[in-house]
């Protein structure tokens, strides 16, 4: 799925358990999921519905368990983030002696990875429907490929790659012309002044 294919689904109210991110801007992915997180979260009540966790430091699932089966409060979903999922980039695979030999430190990395994705495969099939697991991790340079691991949680999560395709185009250049309507927005709030709609497209156009 593509970052146009989220939105439409978004729009129509069709809100999965777990989504996946990947690609290779970070600032595009974070916007994406706070789109999510807006149409799911009620931002009065977001701090009391949302958790995130950073992927860098996990050692097991058990906290992101935790805070998928917690219970939300006045809301009907909460919301569990882990960023920089960069678990997901590792390869399913058993190391051999010979390279635990190698690098002790490495192959134990790899090993708690490799536990991390296998655990969370498994849990991803049984999330509670009150609650949106979201992942993701940028590319760390423009040659890397996604890697197989997000393709095995397919049946059970919906993966969206975030990139500027043809859909992705029109989408960045949405992006900022929103961008930008916000800091004019912002600026007249400073001055106490209203803009209307109109007004703010004029004034977004010509000056």
Known sequence: MNISE???????NNIENCYILFGKDENLIKSNINIILNKILDKNFKDLNYTEFDGNTLEDIEEIKNACETVPFMSNKRVVCVYRANFLKHKNKSIKKNELNKNTKESNESDENNKVFNDLKEYIKSIPSHCVLILYYAFQDKREKVSSNIYKLNKNA???????????VKYKRKYKENKIKNEIKKFFNIINKDIGKVELENFYIYV
């Open 6 to 12: 989220l939105h439409k689904n978004l729009n129509k």
């Open 158 to 168: 919906c993966i969206v790659e975030v990139s500027f395709d043809e859909e992705g």
